[in-house]
Nanobody, 120 residues
Framework: QVQLLESGGGLVQAGVSLRLSCAASGRTFSRYASGWFRQAPGKERELLARISWNGGSLYYADSVKGRFTISKDNAKNTMYLQMNSLKPEDTAVYYC?????????????WGQGTQVTVSS
């Protein structure tokens, strides 16, 4: 059974950094595409970043490009989202997701989410 567990969220002030982690069990990030989404209250879930199975291809949404960095450590079977220069509009529940194939194709496996709240 595949399980994804996010951690690293919290309440921070604008301008600081946070690093989210997503630990996988039952699945290895080294063979499958994965990514990070977020969902703010009253808004749809938004894809922020994704990384290909081999780490050679990255995608970032315009809203986070230049501030957020996605990465993974295959030895630890963990994916990360480094978030710098946080803004109040980054407040949301953040979810990691893993594809069921090497390609980035829904449906995904999902983590339970971790809350990030950025105060001004």
């Amino acid at each position: 059974q595949v399980q994804l567990l996010e951690s690293g969220g919290g309440l921070v002030q604008a301008g600081v950094s946070l690093r989210l982690s997503c630990a996988a069990s039952g699945r290895t990030f080294s063979r499958y595409a994965s990514g990070w989404f977020r969902q703010a209250p009253g808004k749809e879930r938004e894809l922020l970043a994704r990384i290909s199975w081999n780490g050679g291809s990255l995608y970032y949404a315009d809203s986070v490009k230049g501030r957020f960095t996605i990465s993974k450590d295959n030895a630890k079977n963990t994916m990360y989202l480094q978030m710098n220069s946080l803004k109040p509009e980054d407040t949301a529940v953040y979810y990691c997701a893993a594809s069921r194939t090497a390609a980035w194709v829904a449906p995904f496996y999902w983590g339970q989410g971790t809350q990030v709240t950025v105060s001004s």
